[in-house]
């Protein structure tokens, strides 16, 4: 997989799970099968969307081999990485490897704060021992990618494997600018915080693998498509939907504010504990922010 390949909207798709927590596949093959029928540009599993925190590793090869089959090299397919340790991620990245993943977006060990030299071996180990290349998830606030690091990994590809970064809440706008003019020739950068989308593609990020391309993919492929046909204003009014919904769900307990999005038009179960509640009432406001959006969607 190569920046080229990492361009436009890629669904951060969900983990169904049975009541009992165990894996749905069958659902997780319909959630695949929906958005490929839509134009989507690739697709991702056991991101933070998709709740790769939860997901051992074993879970993780399962997600992406019956993902991988689904799309059936129609378009890319990406694993996500989540772990503390670079020995974890370097067996879920050779899991996602042998199950058919294209490419491992990884996100900064979270728990503890580590150098950007360990940083920059923690690509670089992952990338050589799974023969991927790697994509930078940038969302950790206290263990972010800074742009010098992102400079060096892209300076250093042979080593890193570094294809792209997702842009989220770990970095900014002014990082995602910075990035965009500094590295954009070399790897592709893309932007994924839900309540902006449009400024961050506006500026000329060139994608993106956000929750809300899995709750609203029509919304954020008509902001993409916009913004490529220069139609500013319809991009805008698309993103001010795209803002309703995530608002409703909160940045409080995401999983499961992400699992009753979809929940409302397809089945994907709870998400795992302790993150498989929400008040009913808030239910309420994200069913009905979803419908907002998709009546306003129809209406342009």
């Not at 913004?227 to 500013?232: A, K, L, R, S, T």
């Not at 038009?265 to 069913?287: M, N």
Request: glycine residues 10%; aromatic residues 6%.
């Amino acid at each position: 997989m190569t920046k080229d390949d990492m361009v436009g909207i890629f669904p951060p798709v969900v983990t169904p799970f049975h009541d009992n927590e165990e894996i749905n596949l069958d659902a997780l093959r319909r959630e695949v099968d929906y958005y490929l029928t839509l134009e989507t540009t690739g697709i991702c599993v056991g991101g933070s969307t998709g709740e790769g925190h939860a997901l051992n590793s074993v879970e993780l090869g399962q997600i992406t081999k019956a993902a991988n089959e689904q799309i059936g090299g129609s378009v890319p397919l990406l694993a996500g990485i989540i772990t503390m340790t670079t020995r974890d991620a370097v067996e879920k990245g050779k899991r996602a490897a042998e199950a058919g993943a294209m490419g491992l977006m990884i996100t900064p060990p979270a728990y503890q704060i580590a150098s950007d030299d360990g940083l920059y071996d923690f690509y670089a180990t992952i990338h050589q021992e799974t023969g991927l290349p790697t994509m930078v998830y940038n969302v950790n606030v206290n263990v972010p990618v800074k742009p010098d690091l992102m400079r060096r990994m892209a300076a250093n590809q042979s080593e890193t494997g570094l294809f792209a970064t997702k842009e989220s809440i770990g970095g900014s706008l002014e990082w995602l600018t910075e990035l965009l003019e500094t590295v954009g020739d070399q790897i592709s950068v893309t932007w994924a915080t839900d309540w902006t989308l449009y400024p961050g593609l506006a500026l000329g990020a060139t994608g993106s693998i956000s929750a809300a391309g899995a709750i609203l993919p029509r919304q954020c492929l008509a902001i993409w498509n916009a913004i490529q046909d220069g139609d500013f204003e319809t991009a805008q009014r698309m993103n001010v939907l795209v803002l309703g919904v995530s608002n409703a769900i909160s940045r409080v307990n995401w999983p499961a504010g992400v699992k009753a999005a979809i929940n409302y038009r397809r089945g994907v179960g709870k998400a795992r504990a302790p993150f498989h509640t929400i008040p009913a009432e808030q239910v309420k406001r994200i069913c009905a922010a979803i419908d907002h959006a998709d009546a306003e969607l129809e209406r342009r």
